[in-house]
């Protein structure tokens, strides 16, 4: 699954359901930077009649404060990406009629001063993370997180779930292939996970969505600009859609992994 794969232009953008949105087919000379043009649309109004309007969904950016997460080409932070990818996503399911609540909105985490003191912070960042989920009721959860690796070679999108969750598997499978549509070459699948503290803990419609390696210098470029962000936001913005306008997908046998 890791391994050299050929850069490929991104051909087509996210149009299912954008209104007066400006062409993102550029002429042939521009293809090469087609992802990098800002989307200038908003979300399709009649979106607010479909399943998503009224769910708590609740977008949680991954990292923060002194913890950068992933470091990239040219420095890039995941804590970084991971925030601007959220904000956006937030924005988009506020304008499809969702009830969002962010984990962080700032370059910081949720650890209290007493996990810092017990030198805890990253558990009591998670604990924090998970104290906002419990606070009321959702009907999902998505972590945004980079990826990163040894060598620049690997690259590609991947959403995370965890193995006993079927409603989990279920949105991880939308998602992933809203990212092969939208985003830069992929050819990763969705993966089952067993010990993530987050998807662990929450039931329901939970995943951790990598967008993408920094280590990998196309995506690293891509994924530091706000277009290419917008893509990726809007790619999961779709996928929560389709999730939630799809009641075989909300009804799934509870014995299905």
């Given at each position: 699954?890791?391994?050299?794969?050929?850069?490929?232009?991104?051909?087509?953008?996210?149009?299912?359901?954008?209104?007066?949105?400006?062409?993102?087919?550029?002429?042939?000379?521009?293809?090469?930077?087609?992802?990098?043009?800002?989307?200038?649309?908003?979300?399709?109004?009649?979106?607010?009649?479909?399943?998503?309007?009224?769910?708590?969904?609740?977008?949680?950016?991954?990292?923060?404060?002194?913890?950068?997460?992933?470091?990239?080409?040219?420095?890039?932070?995941?804590?970084?990406?991971?925030?601007?990818?959220?904000?956006?996503?937030?924005?988009?399911?506020?304008?499809?009629?969702?009830?969002?609540?962010?984990?962080?909105?700032?370059?910081?985490?949720?650890?209290?001063?007493?996990?810092?003191?017990?030198?805890?912070?990253?558990?009591?960042?998670?604990?924090?993370?998970?104290?906002?989920?419990?606070?009321?009721?959702?009907d999902a959860f998505?972590?945004?997180?980079?990826?990163?690796?040894?060598?620049?070679?690997?690259?590609?999108?991947?959403?995370?779930?965890?193995?006993?969750?079927?409603?989990?598997?279920?949105?991880?499978?939308?998602?992933?292939?809203?990212?092969?549509?939208?985003?830069?070459?992929?050819?990763?699948?969705?993966?089952?996970?067993?010990?993530?503290?987050?998807?662990?803990?929450?039931?329901?419609?939970?995943?951790?969505?990598?967008?993408?390696?920094?280590?990998?210098?196309?995506?690293?470029?891509?994924?530091?600009?706000?277009?290419?962000?917008?893509?990726?936001?809007?790619?999961?913005?779709?996928?929560l859609v389709r999730?939630?306008?799809?009641?075989?997908?909300?009804h799934v046998a509870?014995?299905?992994?």
């Amino acid at each position: 699954m890791h391994g050299k794969h050929r850069h490929v232009p991104l051909a087509f953008a996210a149009m299912a359901m954008l209104v007066g949105a400006t062409s993102l087919f550029p002429p042939a000379q521009e293809a090469r930077a087609a992802w990098f043009r800002p989307l200038q649309h908003k979300v399709n109004p009649s979106t607010q009649s479909t399943g998503i309007q009224g769910k708590v969904i609740v977008v949680d950016a991954g990292h923060g404060g002194r913890d950068s997460g992933a470091r990239g080409v040219g420095g890039i932070e995941e804590k970084q990406i991971a925030l601007a990818v959220a904000q956006k996503l937030a924005r988009y399911l506020q304008q499809g009629g969702a009830i969002v609540i962010m984990t962080r909105t700032a370059d910081t985490d949720l650890a209290t001063e007493r996990d810092r003191a017990m030198k805890q912070r990253h558990l009591g960042d998670l604990r924090g993370r998970l104290n906002v989920v419990r606070r009321q009721r959702v009907d999902a959860f998505v972590s945004v997180h980079c990826n990163s690796a040894p060598s620049p070679d690997w690259r590609g999108a991947q959403v995370l779930y965890l193995k006993t969750n079927p409603h989990a598997k279920q949105l991880a499978t939308i998602m992933q292939e809203a990212f092969r549509s939208e985003l830069l070459p992929t050819h990763r699948d969705i993966q089952s996970n067993r010990t993530l503290f987050l998807l662990k803990r929450i039931e329901g419609p939970t995943v951790l969505a990598e967008i993408g390696f920094v280590s990998n210098p196309d995506e690293a470029r891509a994924l530091t600009t706000g277009a290419y962000q917008e893509r990726v936001a809007f790619a999961m913005y779709q996928a929560l859609v389709r999730y939630f306008s799809d009641p075989a997908a909300q009804h799934v046998a509870e014995g299905a992994g």
